[in-house]
T-cell receptor, first 112, second 115 residues
């Protein structure tokens, strides 16, 4: 069965610092990969996705993620954190045509 | 971008009441819509998958008679929580996607509180 593991339920960074949110998946075949962000009392917003092609994917709000097949990872990064980045982040995978399988989520806090 | 509208955003009602939540894809035709439930500080739990014109597929442990889903058109799906009780209080989120390998786009969720 496919699964998604997000290392660290809570990550805290200073404003301007690098953001790194980790995501590893288990799958017999490379799935489609997604990062979503959720602000309090709101739904999820798609940050970026990887389907095929270039393994470094750029998303909205300055985020990017790199698909590394050998490491079964899809870590999310942003060079410089902003206060408005504070939110819950979910990594998700979907087998071809299947349902979304979510990680547990990582809460990002940004300190002034 | 793809927009999904979910209404109402918040509902507070008495135990025993039935509550209907609407999910609309505003600028695309959604072949499939999904309904999730989210408990505080937790990830999303898929309740059911809804395809236009056919019966919803419920996940294991989700009562289909309790959570009625209707997907009558390519832009609208509804979730009705029948005879709601306090344990049904939760954050319910819908999503919609255009095609099989397309990303899901989420509504803003509905906070349901049963007194």
């Amino acid at each position: 069965a496919q699964s998604v593991t997000q290392l660290g339920s809570h990550v805290s960074v200073s404003e301007g610092a690098l953001v790194l949110l980790r995501c590893n998946y288990s799958s017999s075949v490379p799935p489609y990969l997604f990062w979503y962000v959720q602000y309090p009392n709101q739904g999820l917003q798609l940050l970026l996705k990887y389907t095929t092609g270039a393994t470094l994917v750029k998303g909205i709000n300055g985020f990017e993620a790199e698909f590394k097949k050998s490491e079964t990872s899809f870590h999310l990064t942003k060079p410089s954190a902003h206060m408005s980045d504070a939110a819950e982040y979910f990594c998700a995978v979907t087998p071809l045509g299947g349902k979304l399988i979510f990680g547990q989520g990582t809460e990002l806090s940004v300190k002034p | 971008g793809a927009v999904v509208s979910q209404h109402p955003s918040r509902v507070i009602c008495k135990s025993g009441t039935s509550v209907k939540i609407e999910c609309r894809s505003l600028d695309f035709q959604a072949t499939t819509m999904f309904w999730y439930r989210q408990f505080p500080k937790q990830s999303l739990m898929l309740m059911a998958t809804s395809n236009e014109g056919s019966k919803a597929t419920y996940e294991q442990g989700v009562e289909k008679d309790k959570f009625l889903i209707n997907h009558a058109s390519l832009t609208l799906s509804t979730l009705t929580v029948t005879s709601a009780h306090p344990e049904d209080s939760s954050f319910y989120i819908c999503s919609a996607r255009l095609g099989v390998n397309q990303p899901q786009h989420f509504g803003d969720g509905t906070r349901l509180s049963i007194l």
